[in-house]
């Protein structure tokens, strides 16, 4: 579990802003790095201004460990804000 405040109230979520909650699934010595990567992805994404990782947690079953995460994401609110290929 991480040490990061949990903004998951939903009275906290500005407008603008997403709340995404997911499972990574795959071999357990990969499941942070998974994680990282499609954080850097969205981080990087024309689409999205922040992207924060506010809960991890690993869920052990029978066949399986995955990794449960919650991100707040900021979405870019302006047209302007929004660069296009030519």
């Given at each position: 579990?991480?040490?990061?405040?949990?903004?998951?109230?939903?009275?906290?979520?500005?407008?603008?802003?997403?709340?995404?909650?997911?499972?990574?699934t795959?071999?357990r010595?990969?499941?942070?790095?998974?994680?990282?990567?499609?954080?850097?992805?969205?981080?990087?994404?024309?689409?999205?201004?922040?992207?924060?990782?506010?809960?991890?947690?690993?869920?052990?079953?029978?066949?399986?460990?995955?990794?449960?995460?919650?991100?707040?994401?900021e979405?870019?609110?302006?047209?302007?804000?929004i660069?296009?290929k030519?």
């Open positions: 579990s991480s040490n990061r405040p949990n903004r998951s109230n939903k009275s906290e979520i500005a407008q603008g802003t997403l709340l995404l909650k997911g499972v990574v795959g071999e010595t990969d499941l942070e790095t998974s994680l990282t990567i499609y954080v850097a992805r969205l981080d990087h994404s024309r689409l999205f201004r922040k992207v924060d990782v506010t809960s991890t947690e690993l869920i052990k079953s029978t066949n399986a460990t995955n990794l449960v995460f919650t991100l707040v994401v979405t870019r609110g302006e047209s302007n804000d660069i296009t030519k």
